[in-house]
């Protein structure tokens, strides 16, 4: 972009400074257009029809662009096509001459498709990735690299975020248990000193996959104003003897002197397995130096405002003694989103993809059971139709709810397959009470 025009440059500015004045973004794209930049023309249109979907002039605009090969600015292309073959000479010997001889005889085939060779797929591309944010999202973790094990100073922790627990749609009973059983006590400092409550606490989160279990873990994070602190196995494990033990123990003494802090252990079934079952005693011993640093042993001060926070899929593959009492010793099943959650998340991933006339409840409806990445793939796949038809039409198409429910039906909800093998644990493995919640739920749906 350095060779643009003073007006190209001074434009992009402004319609970065003002995104939503659709007049100013067309006038931008009309630009584009003039100079040749049908891609970047094609490009701002389609902005232009997130915000005015009905917009005449952006549809137009978009047709124009669209119909217009990008080799038609050098049309005269065809003409030095025989000259090729007259002078191989001098051409051969030049490294430009091979780059425009297989561009030459693509310059007639463009008449006869142009709107698939003319469609900016980089551009498609850069407007849906955003709308697949909270399934690829990645969080800013410590890099581990070498160098950094055993270094404290090298765990980032995440200052106190801005996520609430009614960020989280619907889910109203996950969030009554997570107040009753976790919040309650932290809010009110004096009756948790008449009680003598400590300033500390484990919860286990467990459930289908998707479903939001890291989500809720930022949300308790934020309603404590705490940091955030994630740990998962790539984050521990190191291939020099002891070296793992040492960088659980800095994670925890980097939570201690950051604390209020929430340690967030994701996939613990990977990092605290049972170690009845682990063959390798490096991991046997990571695991030991887990519930040392749980009840806070190293450290004189103990665990006083460090929150411990677990999520898993398979709870039963969780070594026992990490969910006895004083440790992660409540649980929390975290279900597939309810109706409510299921219309904020679809909400949320339909909300700059130009969509016409959606009907909401009935999408609803066909995707009962669905986890959130399932109902974010439900909408890419949507979104995907749409756009290959655009493609081969040569003329926009609005994303419909005939796009949402066929791709809804095509998508099989992937927490099936948990609750069939959950349902062999809750009914033969439930030793303590520690699935009644799922029993509860299984027995609700008819699954038993």
């Keep these: ?62 047709v124009r662009a669209m119909g217009m090969p990008p080799a038609s600015g050098p049309a005269p292309a065809p003409a030095p096509a025989p000259e090729v073959p007259a002078a191989p000479a001098p051409e051969v010997p030049a490294a430009p001459a091979p780059a425009p001889e297989p561009e030459v005889p693509a310059a007639p085939a463009a008449p006869v498709a142009p709107a698939s060779l003319s469609f900016d797929w980089d551009a498609a591309e850069q407007q849906v990735q955003d709308l697949v944010g909270p399934r690829f999202l990645d969080d800013p973790q410590a890099d581990g690299g070498e160098g950094t094990a055993g270094d404290a100073a090298a765990w980032d922790v995440d200052a106190p975020g801005a996520v609430r627990l009614a960020d989280v749609g619907g889910m109203e009973e996950v969030k009554e248990r997570l107040e009753a059983a976790f919040l309650a006590p932290m809010r009110n400092p004096e009756l948790r000193r008449l009680y003598g409550k400590s300033l500390r606490g484990g919860l286990l989160l467990y459930g289908p996959p998707g479903c939001g279990k890291t ?27 002891g070296a793992s033990e040492k960088n659980i123990h800095d994670i925890f003494e980097t939570a201690r002197r950051q604390a209020p802090c929430v340690v967030f252990l994701d996939e613990l079934d990977a990092l605290g397995a049972k170690r009845s079952r682990t063959h390798h005693s490096g991991l046997r011993n990571v695991v030991n130096q887990l519930l040392t640093e749980l009840d806070g042993i190293a450290s004189g001060a103990g665990n006083e405002g460090v929150f411990v ?140």
Aim: proline residues 5%.
């Design 309 to 448: 926070l677990a999520a898993t899929n398979v709870p039963w593959d969780v070594d026992i003694a990490l969910r006895r009492p004083g440790r992660l010793d409540r649980t929390l099943l975290v279900l597939p989103p309810d109706a409510a959650a299921r219309e904020s998340i679809l909400r949320y991933h339909l909300r700059e993809r130009p969509i016409e006339a959606v009907d909401l409840g009935k999408l609803v409806k066909a995707t009962e059971d669905f986890s959130g990445a399932d109902l974010a793939h439900v909408c890419e796949t949507a979104a995907e139709a749409a756009l290959l038809d655009s493609a081969r039409t040569g003329s926009v198409r609005l994303i419909t709810t005939k796009d949402l429910l066929g791709a809804a039906r095509q998508i099989k909800p992937s927490t099936e397959p948990w609750f069939a093998a959950a349902r062999n644990v809750a009914m033969f493995a439930n030793e303590g009470g520690l699935y009644d919640d799922l029993l509860a739920h299984l027995k609700r749906k008819r699954k038993l």
């Design 215 to 241: 989500f809720i873990a930022r949300a308790v994070a934020g309603e404590l104003g705490a940091n955030f602190l994630t740990v998962s196995l790539s984050d521990v494990l190191d291939m020099w003897i």
């Design 1 to 62: 972009m350095a060779d643009e025009s003073p007006l190209i440059r001074s434009l992009r500015a402004a319609v970065a400074a003002a995104p939503g004045d659709v007049p100013l973004r067309l006038h931008f794209a009309e630009l584009l257009l003039a100079e040749g930049r049908n891609d970047e023309a094609v490009a701002e249109a389609a902005v232009a029809l997130q915000h005015a979907p009905g917009d005449a002039d952006a549809r137009a605009l978009m």
